[in-house]
C-alpha cells in the first residue's frame, strides 16, 4: 500500500490479557514510530527504531510494553498483563532516512483503538 | 526537556472566514522544526505545514501560512477562506534538528460552521 498501515483498526481486551499491535511501514521507509493518544496524556512518544541501531525505548511507560521491529520492516508493539489505563489509540508513523537528515516529514498511520476491560 | 502548548482547547470559524490557532513552545535548542498536523475523525495524522526554525520566512502551503516569532517561541497556524473539510483537531508539534521524536501539544478542536 502507499501509506503506514496498522492493524488491528480496533482491540478490546480483558484486564490482564497481553495484546500485540501490527504496524506496517511506507516501503523504504528507515524510521519508524510508535506514539501513544490518551485522553488523559494527549499524544506521547513511545519507541523510535533507525535501521539496524538499537531502539530509542525511552518513552516506554513500564516494563510491560515491548516492541521489536522484524527486517526492518513490519512492527509490533506488545503490551502484557494490560490495564484500563492502557486504554488509547496506538499511532504508528515512518520516516526516510535517519535523524538529523532534513525534517524527515513523519507520516501516520490510522491507529490502533485498544479498550481494556 | 521541551513542551509544546496550545492553550484553545476549541475554536470555531464561519466558512470562508480566517482564523488563528496559537502554539508557544520551550527549548534551550536554536535549531529545530516545527510542525502542525491536522487529524480528523478518521484518526489519521496529516501534515498541514512545517517550518524550519533556521529559516525566518514563514511557510506558507495554499490557504494554511504560519506566524513563526523565533525569540517569541511561538508558531500559530492561520487558515483562510475556511472550508468545512478543515474541521479537525490541529496539533502543533515540535521536533529537534538533531532528534527524532516529536512532542506535541494539547491540541486544538476547530470546528468550522456553514
Known amino acids: 500500500g502507499a501509506g503506514v498501515s496498522q492493524s488491528p483498526s480496533n482491540k478490546v481486551t480483558e484486564k490482564g490479557k497481553d495484546v500485540e499491535l501490527r504496524c506496517d511501514p511506507i516501503s523504504g521507509h528507515t524510521a519508524l514510530y510508535w506514539y501513544r493518544q490518551s485522553l488523559g496524556q494527549g499524544l506521547e512518544f513511545l519507541i523510535y527504531?533507525?535501521?539496524?541501531?538499537?531502539?530509542?525505548k525511552s518513552g516506554l511507560p513500564s516494563d510491560r510494553f515491548s516492541a521489536e521491529r522484524t527486517g526492518g520492516s513490519v512492527s509490533t508493539l506488545t503490551i502484557q498483563r494490560t490495564q484500563q489505563e492502557d486504554s488509547a489509540v496506538y499511532l504508528c508513523a515512518s520516516s526516510l532516512g535517519a535523524r538529523g537528515q532534513g525534517p524527515g516529514e513523519q507520516f501516520f498511520g490510522p491507529g490502533t483503538r485498544l479498550t481494556v476491560l | 526537556a521541551q513542551t509544546v502548548t496550545q492553550s484553545q482547547p476549541e475554536m470555531s470559524v464561519q466558512e470562508a472566514e480566517t482564523v488563528t490557532l496559537s502554539c508557544t513552545y520551550d527549548?534551550?535548542?536554536?535549531?529545530?522544526?516545527l510542525f502542525w498536523y491536522k487529524q480528523p475523525p478518521s484518526r489519521q495524522m496529516i501534515l498541514v505545514i512545517r517550518q524550519e526554525a533556521y529559516k525566518q520566512q514563514n511557510a506558507t502551503e495554499n490557504r494554511f501560512s504560519v506566524n513563526f516569532q523565533k525569540a517569541a517561541k511561538s508558531f500559530s497556524l492561520k487558515i483562510s477562506d475556511s472550508q468545512l473539510g478543515d474541521a479537525a483537531m490541529y496539533f502543533c508539534a515540535y521536533r529537534r534538528t538533531s532528534g527524532s521524536r516529536l512532542t506535541f501539544g494539547e491540541g486544538t478542536q476547530l470546528t468550522v460552521n456553514p
Open positions: 527504531f533507525q535501521g539496524n541501531s538499537a531502539p530509542d
Open positions: 527549548t534551550s535548542e536554536s535549531d529545530y522544526y
